[in-house]
């Protein structure tokens, strides 16, 4: 998809479709009225009837009349003193998802009502890039060719602005689609099934994107994790006839710190299949668990995207990636195993089994010299009960490394909520036999998640639990069912944030 800015008004705009934003109650005194006009007056009519009074992600679609386009979408975006970056996003994302089923070539936006946005017209040109490349996305087309859900594939988005200064405008585009590309590489991923995608399925995915980005790559096979000491990471995979693989990847070389003065890991939880184990799951929605690869397929992506907007810099991404299966070498409730960082585990309960994969990456990421952690995870349920899905739960520690994450988090426009470090209850998850054990009662058992975890880092560290957010159960106006490719921008940023500004 090429990109092509038009410093103009938006009845200039030479595309097939165009897709205008509606800010809070429009006023069609300034140029909306003068697009409405030639476009035949539909939008003032609907507006009369009581339409188009901004309900968020509502959209009409009509005639383009005297525009050199041949529909106009309208999408809306809610109040003005609300309108903010993830909307912005949507907004974009809603539009060309309005034409699923049509055909169009090229899709125009015009930007002049998102210019309120934190960062202007620019930042509406990044989020409107992003959001039309990520609602272009629909995981009916990964496994078929023939399916009339997807949105229309466009070869060109022109973006409009009456002013702003079209270079920038282009730079700021051209990062919203490769922001966009990334997410949608992540969700590709995420989506596919469990017969399709084993670790070393997913092994190989990361070694082809790896060689194209030039990015340094190593697969540790389990009888390297094994001379390693990775017990937790191994008692994970064995029952399983598809072997275990951790997968690590680096931009930059070895014990280099990027501008920040760190070497940041990002580390993605890669259940390729998630059945529990020995502690099975129940049936129902059990096949939901092909997606709890996705904190994996981040990270995978993540890495990849920052590479192409910020080649060389420092950056290592770490995904364990296993299957959770039951049978005759499988892991049993009660096993103790020991940890890459020699602390004794004791395997209460197998479903809970992101926590001990994680554990021995994060601790594998240190040794590889790692000075501060973020790990991304399909880890509970709790998390999606207590927030929902657009809200991701997040831990950090220290508190500055919170600060640096909420940071990324409003240029990435996504949503986060912190849950507490609760060290009072962690006597909890003590063990009669080793240091402690996987789950621990049941009480508080989203922040034990992260109690757990916390053992297994000793620099700066963020956890983020997409088992809310991760992947969505029904169509939204701006993305479709399935994985959403939810903190892949907020680790980039986390990452670009050592970039050097040149
Ligand atoms: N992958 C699941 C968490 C999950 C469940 C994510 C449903 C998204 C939707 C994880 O491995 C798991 O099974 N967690 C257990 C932990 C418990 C055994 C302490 C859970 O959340 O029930
Ligand atoms: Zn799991
Ligand atoms: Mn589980």
């Known amino acids: ?106 899709l125009a936006v015009w930007l002049d009502p998102l210019g309120g946005v934190e960062g202007g017209v620019a930042a509406a040109a990044e989020l409107v890039a992003r959001g039309v490349v990520e609602g272009g996305f629909e995981p009916k087309a990964i496994y078929r060719e023939d399916t009339e859900a997807a949105p229309p594939a466009i070869d060109e988005l022109v973006l409009i602005a009456s002013g702003g200064d079209a270079s920038s405008l282009a730079k700021a585009a051209e990062r919203g689609r490769i922001m966009g590309e990334g997410a949608n590489i992540a969700r590709r ?22 060689t194209t980005h030039g990015l340094w790559i190593d697969v540790i096979d389990e009888r390297r994790a094994k001379d390693l000491g990775m017990g937790m990471f191994l008692a994970v995979g064995q029952g399983s006839d598809n072997p275990p693989r951790m997968i690590v990847m680096r931009s930059g070389s070895q014990g280099d710190l990027d501008e920040a003065g760190r070497h940041l890991a990002l580390i993605g939880k890669g259940v390729c299949f998630d059945s529990g184990g020995i502690s099975i799951k129940p049936a129902d929605r059990m096949e939901e668990m ?88 399909t880890l509970t349920g709790a998390v999606g009960r207590a927030l929902g899905n657009i809200v991701t739960g997040a831990f950090a520690t220290p508190d500055p490394f919170w600060d640096d994450l909420a940071a990324a988090a409003s240029r990435a426009g996504e949503r986060y909520w912190r849950i507490p470090l609760i060290h009072d209850i962690y006597s909890e998850m003590e063990s009669w036999y080793g240091d402690l054990q996987n789950t621990g009662t049941n009480d508080g058992s989203l922040v034990k998640s992260g109690l757990f975890l916390e053992q297994f880092r000793t620099v700066p560290w963020a956890h983020l639990d997409i088992g809310g957010t991760g992947y969505f159960r029904k169509a939204y106006p701006y993305a479709a069912r399935g994985a959403t490719g939810v903190t892949h921008a907020t680790l980039v940023e986390m990452a670009l944030a050592g970039a050097s500004k040149g």
């Open 1 to 106: 998809m090429q990109i092509r800015i038009v410093t103009g008004q938006p009845w200039e705009a030479p595309a097939d479709i165009l897709v205008v934003p509606v800010v809070g109650d429009p006023d069609f005194s300034g140029p909306l009225g003068e697009l409405d006009r030639r476009s035949g007056g539909e939008l003032a009519t609907l507006h009369a009837f009581g339409e188009l009074r901004g309900k968020r992600f509502s959209t009409s679609l009509g005639a383009g009349g005297e525009l050199p386009v041949k529909r106009v979408v309208s999408v809306s975006a809610g109040p003005a003193d609300e309108l903010d970056r993830e909307i912005a996003r949507k907004v974009g994302a809603t539009g060309i998802r309005r034409l699923i089923g049509r055909h169009a070539d090229t």
């Open 189 to 210: 991923f995420a989506n596919r099934s469990a017969n399709d995608i084993t670790p070393q399925v997913l092994a190989d995915e990361a070694s082809a994107l790896a």
């Open 290 to 377: 092909k997606m709890d690869k996705t904190g994996a397929c981040t990270v995978i992506a993540a890495i990849v995207t920052a590479a192409r907007l910020a080649p060389g810099m420092p950056l290592l991404a770490v995904a364990p990636a296993v299957e959770n299966m039951p049978g005759g070498h499988a892991t049993r409730p009660g096993d103790i195993v020991k940890a890459l960082n020699g602390k004794w585990v004791d395997i209460i309960n197998t479903d809970a089994e992101g926590r001990l994969i994680l554990g021995d990456a994060m601790t594998y990421a240190e040794q590889l010299g790692a000075t501060h952690l973020v790990d991304v995870a």
